[in-house]
């Protein structure tokens, strides 16, 4: 069972939404698709469930034409960011609605509205109006209508960015486990998310959306070690990875007259001349044989501090483990650990990875 | 402030309400207690009098109601029904959206006396033009003197002059609903009529029921229509029960015994509304 798209491009006015799209996606695999708000992952989904025709290209799905199949006979389920449910059913009532419509059986419904209930655990909740649920409970209840329906394909478009942190957080674990059952099943699983690290913690297949072109697609590994481009490497990390233009002289990489450092191995194989340098912001240190850099701005997350600074024109920000103050303008030395370097092509395409991809 | 100076700015308000509502209703009760005729003008007291004669001996009153009740019923649902088709039309992107709203609306726009002249001229059993057209099939239906047929001809009017405000208080209900139940929808698996059935509807519900109410107290009320277009003819087939009290009060001058008429009306039909309301909300709110 695959879902294979050809070339699917959508244009409103003079910009694309999707811009010669191709895929293809089997059954018991999630696909997670990343990019920044507008790139075109919603346009995508919605394309896929039919609630938009593709002004070009085209959807197979199993061997057979998608596009000609109307949205309510396409066998689908969709999880939206907002929390869309029916306001004048019941919670039960909500969940069996898919089922009612294909005309199944009242104790067969019964039995799969009870079960897809405990699953996103809202067991005793069915009697209850929509309105008196909270916003992650009402989420719940979206899910368990796409779960209810063992659709062929599960979509799910930002489902957890109208939560709250925590609750984001827990539904997260909740929705991994749910999925893995899921997707082991008989399903194609898209999710979509503009949080790399939501990406990487469901892992699957990671498909990474720019500007309504699929930039790369790979596992989530795959994606973390070799992003294709500064593009992909930003996209898909948070902070996004630190780039900054440099060369490569005389066995060093020189970012400034007084930022120079020796190349690390991996680059051994790379010719002298311009690059674009791509480091994460944890590969970022404080040492006091560092170069200097001066503060700009601290940020406190959690436990850990993202730390803003600047030399000259090269600007980078540095993740650091625990709570620490630095006044703005205050003098810092930084490290760079080279062994975590990228170095990509001036257009941006990927050269050299810590991890071994290309040369 | 003085306590006492807050009730002074009420004291407009409940000047205008006693003068226009609790006056009127307090005079109505005692002038129906009354025997105040042409002959014998003067609130003397005379009891329950009027109401035993209304239950006893007035048959013509409530044969009135009955007809009162079948001409507003059918009146609003045929409106309800033609008004909420028109609103789904004019709903979604359709061509020449606008124009249809408006044109739509014109006959609510129009003076009911007025139209409902043109369309006794219309309907009119030797001159009118409806008629022209079926003398060509050899038939001359008789509009506004026939016991059944004038009765369809209020209904006819009734519903082509007051299905546009129906239209237009269902057109605001439905341009207000959510979108996102109807996205829902379509991924569960509705099509179009289901999606009607099963969203549509129930959600329409609440504003539904408040149309129809408005538009059947409105209905309660045909005067205007029946007056001019068949003067609650022929014999007594279409007359109302307005129109009955207007003919007690105002023509044969019983004004203690069509107060007692309109106060007996006035309870009636607040029972009745409020029957009516329940009945709505237990039929068309689903999941309540």
């Known amino acids: ?359 | 402030m003085n306590f006492k100076h807050k009730y002074m700015f009420l004291l407009p308000g409940l000047l205008v309400l006693l003068a226009i509502l609790i006056f009127p209703i307090g005079f109505t009760v005692r002038l129906s207690l009354s025997s105040w005729d042409s002959f014998y003008p003067g609130l003397d007291f005379i009891g329950l009098e009027n109401y035993i004669r209304l239950f006893t001996d007035d048959s013509r009153f409530w044969e009135a109601f009955g007809r009162l009740s079948l001409l507003s019923l059918t009146t609003v649902f045929l409106q309800y029904i033609i008004g909420f088709s028109l609103a789904l039309l004019v709903w979604k992107e359709i061509r020449f959206q606008r124009l249809f709203r408006v044109l739509f609306l014109i006959p609510m726009m129009t003076t009911p006396v007025i139209m409902t002249v043109v369309w006794r001229t219309f309907f009119n059993e030797s001159l009118g033009p409806v008629n022209d057209f079926f003398n060509l099939f050899g038939m001359q239906p008789l509009w506004l003197s026939s016991e059944i047929l004038s009765k369809f001809t209020v209904v006819l009017v009734e519903v082509w002059q007051w299905t546009p405000f129906m239209f237009l208080l269902l057109l605001a209900g439905l341009l207000s609903l959510p979108k996102e139940p109807y996205l829902a929808a379509s991924i569960d698996g509705a099509g179009p009529v289901r999606t009607f059935v099963y969203v549509t509807f129930p959600l329409m519900a609440p504003i539904s029921i408040g149309a129809i109410i408005i538009r059947l107290i409105e209905a309660s009320k045909i005067m205007d229509t029946v007056y001019v277009l068949t003067s609650g003819g022929p014999g007594t087939s279409t007359e109302t029960s307005s129109f009955y009290i207007f003919i007690k009060g105002l023509r044969e001058f019983q004004f203690g015994y069509s107060a007692a008429l309109s106060i007996t009306y006035l309870v009636v039909m607040i029972i009745s509304f409020t029957v009516i309301a329940k009945i709505l909300v237990k039929m068309m709110v689903r999941g309540e």
Request: hydrophobic share 40%; proline share 4%.
């Open chain 1, 1 to 359: 069972m695959t879902l294979i798209a050809s070339n699917l491009s959508i244009k409103y006015e003079r910009n694309f939404h999707l811009n010669d799209v191709s895929f293809s996606m089997s059954k018991g695999e999630i696909y997670t698709i990343i990019g920044r708000t507008l790139a075109g992952k919603t346009t995508l989904l919605k394309t896929i469930a039919g609630l938009i025709s593709p002004d070009s290209g085209g959807l197979a799905f199993d061997g057979h034409d998608f596009g000609s199949i109307p949205v309510w006979k396409r066998e689908i389920a969709m999880v939206y960011q907002q929390f869309i449910n029916y306001p004048h059913l019941t919670v039960y009532q909500n969940v069996a609605f898919p089922l009612k419509q294909r005309g199944i059986q009242k104790t067969e419904i019964h039995r799969r509205v009870k079960a897809a209930l405990s699953q996103v655990g809202l067991g005793g909740f069915g009697d209850r109006k929509i309105q008196a649920l909270s916003g992650g409970q009402q989420q719940r209840v979206a899910l368990a209508r796409s779960l209810v329906k063992e659709a062929k394909i599960v979509l799910l478009d930002e489902p957890l960015v109208n939560l709250d942190y925590k609750l984001r957080e827990q539904l997260r674990e909740e929705f991994r486990g749910i999925f893995d059952t899921k997707a082991s099943e008989d399903s194609i699983l898209i999710y979509s998310s503009t949080d790399p690290v939501e990406a990487m913690q469901l892992g699957g297949q990671i498909l990474v959306m720019d500007e309504g072109r699929i930039l790369q697609q790979a596992s989530a590994k795959e994606i973390y070690e070799n992003p294709i481009s500064a593009k992909v490497s930003q996209i898909t990390n948070d902070p996004a990875m630190n780039l900054f233009d440099g060369r490569i002289e005389d066995g060093c990489i020189v970012l400034s007259p007084e930022i120079k450092f020796n190349l690390p191995s991996h680059f051994n194989g790379l010719p002298q001349g311009d690059f674009t340098f791509g480091l994460r912001a944890a590969a970022i240190s404080l040492d006091d044989n560092g170069f200097p850099f001066s503060v700009e701005l601290s940020e406190i997350s959690g436990s850990e501090t993202f730390l803003h600074v600047r030399h000259e024109g090269l600007k980078i920000v540095g993740l650091l483990n625990l709570v620490q103050n630095f006044p703005v303008g205050g003098k810092v030395s930084i490290r760079f650990d080279t062994k975590h370097l990228y170095a990509f092509a001036r257009d941006g395409r990927l050269k050299s990875s810590p991890y071994g991809g290309l040369q």
